[in-house]
């Protein structure tokens, strides 16, 4: 027991109830030097662990815009009346992204567009003018020329083999020229900036509303398992209450088997009903409670009473009158001791196969009465001076051997 509570660091205030001021001063001193231990390890684990190297410290700083009474300066969006919401901000950036790739894409085609008139002016037209057949010469015959002086142009002065397309195309003036270029591309940007706003647009839409159905989902599963989980943990209490009531009527129905070897399976008894068990089945044929080579139960022997109760009985008796019980902290014993101004109360182990005080360093007998008489002599504790002197006769018979009535209702 001692060393379960060294290794939890965890005293019951129950059990410690039970123990003088000798013994409290006792674990009080074993449970530090126990705290020194541990610390001490600790200790010598972080002196042999590698160092390293420190880091340097990061020059950048930051500097903070100050308004005017001195402070950092914030802006909460949608406060002043000026401020666009959010869905304009996004609106604004789709549409400033659109026209940016519209832009460049406007441009590349520009370019492609002036190195394929390039190559016609460089060529000589051999029978009659036959633009090449592109995707870019309807925009290139609209930006140099219209339909009508060509036709003038044609009529006037028709194209020979051999003559150079640059004649009818350098009557129109540069300004004329650069003006159509600069509407053909104005007019190429915007339907483009649009047309990819509205994929941009319409890819949103699709996302969100992709979004949306997958949160759907997922709170359907997530129903679903929360119903799952629910019928599994009624489940489990179902079959847990089943085992507590099979396991009540178990100990209903069972009779008492004397031959039966209880062995403790907790530090600690469960309930009185365990405490009267482990009595019967363990201390009975060790004969704890027998009066030295006597087949009778001795004097100060009181079976299963409680602390209170022990303390009313010893309450009129002379000091060093005692009684000894059976405890419901520990599996063994509590010897109640009549004092000069209270009742001291002693812990006895028995769940050894002896019987000793609960500490260190304390004596072990065979049997509880040979604990008894010895301590007649020899004081339980070197301050103290406590001699189990005078027993505190019962005030009601236990049946010999049987011990029935440990257990009062």
Known sequence: MLQQILKDMYVDPELLAELDETQKQTLFCRMREEQVRRWSIWDHKEDIKPTY?????????????????????????????????????????????????????????????????????????????????????????????????????????????????????????????????????????????????????????????????????????????????????????????????????????????????????????????????????KEIPRRAGFEKDKNAIATWFHGLITRQEAEILLINEPVGSFLVRLSERIWGYAITYKDHDCCKHYLVDASNGHYQFLGTNQMSHNTLSELVNYHRNMPITKTGEELLLRPCNRTTNLPPLVFQGLLKT
């Open 53 to 281: 190297p420190k880091r340097q410290k990061n020059k950048k700083k930051v500097q903070w815009m100050l308004d005017t009474n001195g402070n950092p300066w914030t802006w909460v969006m949608g406060e002043h009346k000026d401020d666009k919401t959010i869905e304009q901000i996004i609106e604004e950036e789709a549409r400033e992204a659109a026209r940016i790739q519209a832009e460049h894409e406007t441009e590349q085609l520009r370019l492609k567009v002036e190195s394929e008139l390039m190559a016609m002016l460089e060529n000589k037209a051999k029978t009659q003018f036959n633009p090449p057949e592109n995707k870019y010469s309807h925009a290139t015959e609209e930006i140099y020329c219209s339909v009508e002086d060509l036709n003038t142009r044609n009529a006037r002065k028709p194209c020979v083999d051999n003559q150079p397309i640059r004649g009818p195309l350098k009557e129109l003036s540069f300004n004329k020229v650069s003006e159509r270029v600069r509407n053909w591309e104005q007019r190429v940007m915007e339907e483009r900036t649009s047309e990819i706003y509205n994929k941009m647009k319409n890819k949103k839409e699709e996302e969100e509303r992709q979004a949306e159905e997958a949160d759907k989902k997922q709170e359907i599963v997530w129903r679903e398992q929360k119903q799952k989980a629910k019928e599994v943990e009624l489940q489990i209490r179902h079959i847990a209450r089943q085992a507590r009531e099979e396991h009540r009527r178990s100990l209903l129905n069972t009779t008492e088997k004397p031959n039966v070897v209880f062995v403790p399976n907790s530090s600690k008894p469960p309930s009185k009903k365990a405490v009267v068990e482990w009595f019967r089945a």
